[in-house]
């Protein structure tokens, strides 16, 4: 469980990375766990706009009065790890909300909402199957999360779980990364390759330490914005890879222990990730990224 927590943690860093500002899409998004009727169906007092369809790792929505749905998925390389995974999950949320056992919601289920007095209302279900585990949770605002809205949300994530087959994270393969990519970064005998998503991949070995790649569609305009801002990382400009090429290291905030590097091309960014969980030889310091960089930037 150690390695799970800090492999999230080192996931929260990439996801949040990730997440930069894009110019809006205008092509209509969909879950691809649950249409807009079911949901509908599932959850008929409740109105919701979805807003954000996270490269298959889950869906976002909001609702009319401003209350959130946070819809997740995590696929697993196995049904052991996804035990071990849907234990953690367990225990953390236990510590926000009491639980009770769900029935016919995959393997496993458990749900639950905060208590009265709780910083952050939350109602969540979160349930097991197979190689996956499914996470629904909605945070309403002004009002507390009280028991009715369990049986819709439960309802939505019955409907959601039969479908989390259908994420595009898979284990084994990535178009960003390869296993050469990890040396000198990496312990290749314990080395998980991972595509986490529309764009985005990750490798990790046993200890969390990882490496991840997301692109994403952004105007230069933007890109220059990024490489001008003030932050709590130290920038490098890295001309080999282009004009709008530029690294972070040695962050005051965050994995201080990890490395960045931003590159564009043809309308898109690619963010290159380093992130040990403990001080690294490659900490602090671009060179040995920038060779992993520059197949990427090949890619573009």
Known sequence: MRMISRLLCCLALFLAIAALPVPPAHAAITCPFISAKDLAGAMPALKWSLISNQDGRGCIYQG???????????RNPDKDRAKELYA????????????????????????GVTATGAERQEASV????????????VYPIGRRADDA??????QAARVAIGNVTKTSERFGDCEWLT?????GFLDKSTLQVQRTGAGSCMMFDREANTMAVAVITMSRDTVISMMRRAGPCQHVAIPELGSEAFGEHSCTKGNG??????????GRQASILFA??????????????????????GKL
Do not use: C
Request: cysteine-free.
């Open 179 to 183: 296993p050469a990519d990890a040396d």
């Open 64 to 74: 009319g009065r401003g209350d959130t749905m946070m819809l997740s998925v995590f």
């Open 88 to 111: 953690t999950f367990v225990k953390t949320l236990g510590e926000r909300m009491p639980l009770n056992a769900v029935a016919d919601i995959g393997e496993e289920g458990q749900f």
């Open 126 to 137: 979160l349930a097991l199957s197979g190689d996956y585990i499914l996470q629904l949770s």
């Open 257 to 266: 222990n990890a490395v960045n590097i931003f590159i564009w091309k043809n």
């Open 276 to 297: 040990p969980v403990k001080p690294h030889p490659e900490s602090g310091s671009v060179e040995h990224l920038k060779a992993v960089a520059a197949r990427v930037y």
């Open 149 to 154: 809205l369990l049986g819709p949300i439960t």
